[in-house]
């Protein structure tokens, strides 16, 4: 039997264009949800659960992103797969040329945004905490490696912990699909049952010693081995790709527009009530099946057929990375700059002016330079890709 794993890399037009905008749309939320709670922290204090009625439900639905979070994931396992599906199930797979793909991938951006970091954090800048850290040296060391979820991000670099998670998840699905042979089913079967295996061992951890609880290492450990299956289920939608989305009709995708609206809510209420992490962490897997359903019924939407679908998704696309990985210490240096040019301290209402002014700022900014830094440094990977590979030959 021909492994499942062989396949042509590309997916269909449709769900290539969706999976661009997508990638785009949750760029923008998370910046959005941001700059809000940068200005409702700064008027009203960062305890939200300490607002008042309407300003808790405000800051818990327009201040909350983590649901796009949830969608890079899944997003994420899809193309990881089938990039490498073909070397996996041909028994061509490197790990040093893929290890280099991740790096150049992900490196030049993210050193760009924990350079940004470094200049706010000496700024004494940072996002919702009262007291910057003055030594966050095993923070700065743990990220330069890519593995703050397990120490928390270095100061005003908070959303890197996902790509965190990405490189270890990166690491686990090749080394499970060569455990399996490239069978992508069971390397998910395996996958699913480690990750419960591992939580129910948390959990137990934390009833038998309370205290470890607060834990940086443990509480990164329960939010990566959590949301892992939202990118193995990514990885094995794209192993099924052809047989999977062919059974999502017009009637399957719009329920699952109401199932992914559904783990909307939740996290949307889980925000409000001020869940422990955990809880968040777990709202995810309620949210995946309608998030798999959308993404798998692309064609509905017809995308391939509309000129101006083609160019307005590829930029999308273009500028999500750069949109995710530069935006917060950005948003907290205009800040802090406004800040400056205004003086004196603001009433409330000037908060929500001086965010809201920073947040097209930076908006602006990425508008205009990011999708070109993402151009140019993705022109630089295609070089050294090639470079790497001729040298192999």
């Not at 330079?369 to 022109?379: H, Q, V």
Request: with cysteine; glycine share 8%; proline share 4%.
């Amino acid at each position: 039997m021909v492994p499942d794993t062989v396949m042509d890399p590309r997916l269909d037009k449709d769900s290539e264009l969706l999976l661009d905008a997508l990638r785009g749309l949750a760029a923008f939320v998370v910046l959005f949800s941001h700059g809000f709670e940068l200005a409702a922290g700064s008027a009203f204090g960062w305890a939200a659960h300490e607002n008042s009625e309407g300003w808790r439900w405000a800051r818990a639905i327009l201040g909350n992103a983590d649901w796009c979070v949830w969608c890079f994931f899944v997003i994420s396992g899809i193309c990881i797969h089938r990039s490498i599906a073909r070397g996996v199930g041909a028994g061509r797979f490197h790990w040093s040329r893929y290890a280099l793909a991740r790096v150049t991938r992900l490196y030049p951006l993210f050193l760009t945004g924990l350079c940004l970091a470094v200049i706010a954090w000496s700024l004494g800048l940072d996002f919702a905490v009262a007291k910057v850290k003055d030594r966050p040296w095993l923070e700065l060391g743990a990220t330069l490696v890519n593995l703050q979820i397990f120490t928390t991000p270095f100061p005003a670099f908070g959303p890197s912990w996902s790509l965190s998670c990405e490189v270890l998840y990166y690491a686990a699905w090749p080394a499970l699909l060569l455990m399996m042979k490239g069978r992508a089913d069971r390397a998910a079967r395996m996958a699913m049952v480690g990750s419960a295996a591992i939580l129910l061992g948390i959990v137990i951890l934390w009833q038998l010693k309370p205290e470890r609880s607060s834990s940086a290492f443990l509480q990164g450990l329960w939010t990566t081995v959590a949301l892992f299956p939202l990118w193995v289920t990514g990885a094995w939608m794209s192993s099924r790709w052809e047989a999977f989305t062919a059974l999502i009709t017009r009637r399957v995708w719009l329920i699952g527009l109401f199932l992914w609206a559904a783990g909307v809510v939740l996290s949307t209420l889980l925000k409000y009530h001020h869940a422990e992490g955990f809880r968040m962490d777990m709202a995810s897997w309620c949210s995946l099946p309608g998030l798999a359903i959308l993404m798998a019924g692309g064609r509905h939407l017809g995308l391939a057929s509309r000129a101006a679908a083609a160019p307005v998704c590829r930029w999308l696309s273009q500028f999500s990375y750069p949109c995710y990985i530069l935006h917060l210490p950005l948003l907290l240096l205009v800040h802090h700059g406004l800040g400056l040019l205004m003086g004196v301290q603001a009433p409330p209402e000037h908060a929500f002016l001086r965010a809201g002014t920073a947040f097209v700022i930076v908006l602006g900014l990425l508008v205009f330079i990011g999708p070109a830094l993402e151009r140019f440094f993705m022109a630089w990977r295609s070089r050294m890709l090639a470079d790497q590979s001729e040298g192999v030959k």
